[in-house]
């Protein structure tokens, strides 16, 4: 927990664990418009702002901002932050372990099943703190539409943890739900 205090992403961590509504994101989701980027309600025009961010998941909105790097090596980085490097295919089911810069969520599990030991090294203590940082950003802050992959992206800032806390993590949280929202309005969208 010292690690992941140190990011300042603590309130992820406390945020209930509860069951998505997929009706009532349905719902919710039919009412967004791309021009506004609001939902219209029978009764109001409702945005999501930074403050919403801020105070529900408890992380920062106003320090650096977050910007990605998209042209790495992501299983050297998955070798170097998480102790595990994936290979390219799942071996007999002729199926994608990484693609770009997301990885499958039951290969990541299946990395980490184990708790760490009492006597391990602090370098394994931060890759499980990378592991869990990743999978609750994954699940809570990047999330999309193919539900079984987390996104890489934000391990990069995770290199040194204490680095994390920086970052404007709302900022960049609130625009990719704002694109992945938009994006899924098109007609092409699957």
Same mark, same amino acid.
């Given at each position: 927990? !010292?690690?992941?205090?140190?990011?300042? +992403?603590?309130?992820? &961590? $406390? &945020?209930?664990?509860?069951?998505?509504?997929?009706? &009532?994101?349905?719902? =919710?989701?039919?009412?967004?418009?791309?021009?506004?980027?609001? +939902?219209?309600?029978?009764?109001?025009?409702?945005? *999501?702002?930074?403050?919403?961010? $801020?105070?529900?998941?408890?992380?920062?909105?106003?320090?650096?901002?977050? %910007?990605?790097?998209?042209?790495?090596?992501?299983?050297?980085? /998955?070798?170097?932050? =998480?102790?595990?490097?994936?290979?390219?295919?799942?071996?007999? =089911? @002729?199926?994608?372990?990484?693609?770009?810069?997301?990885?499958?969520?039951?290969?990541?599990?299946? !990395? +980490?099943?184990?708790?760490? %030991? #009492?006597?391990?090294?602090?370098?394994?203590? !931060?890759?499980?703190?990378?592991?869990?940082?990743? #999978?609750?950003?994954?699940?809570?802050? &990047?999330?999309?539409?193919? %539900?079984?992959? #987390?996104?890489?992206?934000?391990? !990069? +800032?995770?290199?040194? *943890?204490? @680095?994390?806390?920086?970052?404007?993590?709302? /900022?960049?949280?609130?625009?990719?739900?704002?694109?992945?929202? /938009?994006?899924?309005?098109?007609?092409?969208?699957?």
């Amino acid at each position: 927990m !010292q690690y992941i205090d140190a990011t300042g +992403f603590t309130g992820l &961590f $406390k &945020f209930p664990n509860t069951e998505v509504n997929h009706t &009532f994101i349905t719902a =919710l989701f039919e009412q967004w418009r791309l021009k506004t980027h609001m +939902f219209h309600l029978p009764h109001r025009e409702m945005g *999501i702002t930074l403050q919403n961010i $801020k105070v529900m998941l408890g992380i920062p909105v106003d320090r650096l901002p977050v %910007t990605w790097k998209t042209d790495i090596t992501w299983s050297d980085v /998955c070798r170097d932050l =998480l102790g595990h490097q994936p290979s390219l295919m799942i071996p007999n =089911l @002729n199926r994608s372990i990484l693609v770009g810069a997301r990885v499958r969520y039951k290969w990541l599990d299946a !990395q +980490f099943t184990a708790p760490p %030991t #009492v006597d391990v090294g602090d370098e394994v203590v !931060q890759q499980h703190t990378r592991y869990h940082l990743l #999978v609750w950003m994954g699940a809570m802050l &990047f999330m999309d539409k193919l %539900t079984d992959w #987390v996104s890489l992206l934000p391990l !990069q +800032f995770l290199n040194l *943890i204490s @680095n994390a806390r920086q970052y404007s993590w709302g /900022c960049v949280a609130l625009a990719w739900l704002y694109r992945h929202l /938009c994006s899924a309005l098109k007609k092409d969208a699957m």
